[in-house]
């Protein structure tokens, strides 16, 4: 029993209940088309030139790799600079002043 001053309580017909269920069906799309459009392009690669550094004095391959992604096996990153400039297994000297394209840090 309901007392005096209290409001009735809500109650939704058929038709409020379809559309309350729709509205959140809908929000709840929009919802994931937004996340998955944004996910989509978090694996895009970054635009623009690829990273290059110039040979210092003292320089090396393993020392570069490691300035150059610290995150990563040393081993993986020269590798990866060897491939990018097409230095084969035998090229192991690089000269001072020159110019190396290096992978972008992940």
Known sequence: MRRAGQPAPLRLTRRGRIVLL?????L?????????????????????PPPTVVVQ????????AARSDPARSPHAV??????LNGLGDEDIAIHVGETLVVPRAR
């Open 22 to 26: 729709t509205f959140f069906f809908l």
């Open 28 to 48: 709840a799309s929009l919802a994931s088309a937004v996340l998955w459009a944004t996910a989509s392009r978090a694996d895009d690669p970054p635009a623009g």
């Open 57 to 64: 004095p003292d320089d090396t391959l393993w020392a570069i």
């Open 78 to 83: 020269v590798a990866e600079i060897r491939l």
